[in-house]
């Protein structure tokens, strides 16, 4: 065990070293075991689902796939990439998650820009304001029959408006605000004849990019992912996101389907059995492409968002 | 708009003050008009999707039409509580959301803090960052992606877990076909989801620890887990109680849509939480009243746990949300 390039040596400060006791090292040890077994079962399920993505569909059901694809074939992928349902709804889901983006950051930025500049009357109200609702929630059915009497259902705009605002996403926002737009920028602006609308787009958003990526990131995930407002807003086929198509291929099918004759439901499950494994990374692929460059900011925004005030 | 700002000052005191809070109010404004007009599309959409919906609650007070709407419709006070209450299934959901909100809290709170501790331990470098980068990438998968492999990996036929099962010499297990299973499966998998990312948070804090205690303990010579003991876990407490706060307060918000997800006529007897018979009750038997009633009842629980572990916690530890 190498701590610090010296064996079993720890640097406590840049001038003394003191020698761990065996105990430590064996708890030392012990840590790295640990971290390892959990690595192993995280990491587990996904290169068992991406080898069986890539094996023939009997090496799999038989269980000769174990840990690397067996019988290499791309005939899941084939499938899934000929499907018109699925294409369909990775069509919709892109522009549901770009059109949600877009509406979330806009809506989220003109909020929480104000409530942190500090000569704007009435932020605490407006604080109050949006953490009440963290609180209570009024409840599925009353959201569901605003947004049924606005018209919404059954149209994008149901998947687009009523979660287009989070709370989490506000503070985060105003705590970057306030501690990346420094007042004397604002008052300096101010002297000058600048108004706070002209001082927001040519100051503030060119100073805010790092933020406006988090959020993004934050809602684009969010929303790519999500599919229960679809489902119940939703009733046409042709509006569906791919998630919606997912659960009717992947989870509403292995139930015993009661209202669909054999045939269907015999036609249906060989499908779905040719295609689950290539289906859930073809549709993780977007989020786990963004991934690496995503996981950055992910952490930096659950930092900010983590400084109390 | 000024009236409201009104109310969040809320001072009615000296009169003195109250002009001069006027006198902010009105500079304010006069200042940033623009920025108050930018707000006006936020706050609507807060007053409608958020508010508005508290108001329709009250719904769960009177039998609701389509015709007479939300406020049309007659009063019939607590009739579609006590409906509730008096079926007998109504305890079995409570003990279920119960039951499978403190199995999931006493899992999922402590396994970040002790990744985090863990991670902590070792050295920066190649192994730290790639454990780190591993654990919090289920995260990004959906919900409906995560069921999807629970079932598939976990089928009696031909699922992975069951082949291992049968090649140690055992019986296969039906998971999701049995009640009693169903709550390990649901934690066990958020676990699997989540620890890692939620381990971030502890990490941060414990970034955050001053270093000058470490050294000290390690001139006082103690060992690695005494410092964890005494330097790092009350350095963290801080977070550990506000996530302790937040988890409890959503205690009955618990995932649902996962718990929809996993449900199969065979778990049910376990499976069925408040949340998923809401839904079924309000929007597949649009009985909006009586479910709006069974949610209410959700939303009140809730709201009252968090107000108590709010104030214990800060007796217990002078930190709270409030």
């Known amino acids: ?309 | 708009m000024k009236q409201a700002m009104e109310i969040g000052h809320g001072y009615d005191g000296l009169k003195k003050k109250k002009t001069s809070q006027l006198h902010l109010a009105k500079r304010s404004f006069r200042k940033h008009w623009q920025l108050y007009l930018l707000m006006i599309p936020p706050i609507l959409y807060f007053v409608i999707f958020k508010y508005v919906p508290m108001v329709g609650a009250v719904i769960a007070f009177k039998d609701y039409n389509v015709v007479e709407g939300i406020f049309g419709s007659p009063w019939v006070g607590f009739k579609h509580f006590e409906a509730f209450f008096q079926n007998p299934v109504a305890w079995d959901l409570i003990k279920n959301t119960l039951l499978l909100s403190l199995y999931h809290l006493a899992v999922t709170f402590p396994l970040p803090i002790i990744l985090a501790l863990a991670l902590n331990e070792i050295k920066d470098g190649l192994f730290k960052r790639s454990v780190q980068m591993f654990t919090y990438a289920p995260y990004f998968i959906s919900t409906v992606v995560i069921v999807s492999m629970i079932i598939l990996m976990l089928s009696p036929r031909t699922g992975i877990i069951n082949s291992f099962v049968e090649f140690f010499g055992f019986e296969p297990i039906n998971f999701l076909g049995n009640a009693e299973m169903f709550r390990s499966v649901f934690v066990w998998s958020d676990a699997w989801q989540l620890t890692g990312y939620s381990a971030i948070i502890y990490l941060a804090a414990l970034a955050g620890v001053d270093k000058q205690q470490y050294e000290a303990a390690k001139m006082d010579g103690a060992s690695r887990l005494q410092k964890i003991w005494n330097v790092d876990i009350p350095g963290i407490m801080p977070a550990i109680v506000i996530i302790l706060i937040l988890s409890v307060g959503n205690l009955m918000a618990i995932g649902f849509e996962k718990v929809y997800l996993l449900q199969n006529p065979l778990n049910l007897s376990t499976s069925e939480i408040l949340q998923t018979y809401v839904y079924k009750m309000g929007i597949i038997n649009a009985n909006f009243s009586f479910s709006t009633a069974v949610g209410l009842f959700n939303s009140v629980v809730n709201l009252v746990l968090l107000i108590i572990v709010n104030a214990l916690a800060k007796k217990v530890s002078g930190d709270g949300l409030w």
Request: charged content about 15%; hydrophobic content about 50%.
């Open chain 1, 1 to 309: 065990m190498t701590v610090c390039g010296k064996k079993g040596v720890v640097q406590v400060s840049s001038k003394i070293w003191i020698k761990e006791s065996f105990g430590d090292r064996l708890f030392l040890g012990a840590i790295y075991v640990f971290l390892c077994c959990i690595m192993i079962v995280v990491l587990y399920p996904l290169i068992y689902i991406i080898s069986a993505s890539i094996s023939s569909p009997e090496a799999v059901t038989s269980g000769r796939v174990w840990l690397w694809p067996v019988d290499f074939s791309l005939q899941g992928y084939i499938e899934v990439l000929t499907n018109s349902d699925v294409i369909r709804g990775f069509r919709n889901s892109i522009l549901y998650t770009i059109g949600y983006t877009i509406i979330s950051v806009v809506l989220t930025v003109v909020f929480a820009y104000p409530l942190s500049r500090k000569s704007f009357y009435g932020r605490t109200f407006f604080m109050f304001f949006i953490l009440f609702t963290m609180l209570f929630y009024g409840g599925l059915i009353p959201e569901y029959l605003v947004v049924q009497k606005l018209g919404m259902l059954d149209t994008p705009w149901a998947i687009l408006l009523p979660k287009a605002m989070a709370v989490w996403q506000v503070i985060i926002a105003r705590t970057f605000f306030q501690s990346s737009v420094p007042d004397e920028l604002v008052e300096a602006s101010e002297m000058d004849g600048c108004s706070s609308l002209k001082f927001l787009w040519y100051v503030v958003l060119p100073l805010s990019k790092p933020i406006i990526a988090v959020l993004a990131l934050m809602y684009a995930v969010f929303q790519w992912n999500s599919y229960f407002d679809a489902m119940i807003f939703l009733k046409s086929e042709e509006l569906f996101p791919l998630q919606l198509e997912l659960r009717e291929l992947l989870i509403v099918q292995s139930d015993s389907g009661a209202n669909m004759d054999i045939a269907e439901q015999q036609r249906r499950e060989q499908l779905a059995n040719l295609m689950r494994y290539s289906l859930i990374v073809i549709s993780s692929l977007p989020v786990l492409m963004i991934y690496p460059f995503a996981q950055k900011y992910f952490v930096k925004g659950m930092l900010i968002g983590s400084v109390k005030g």
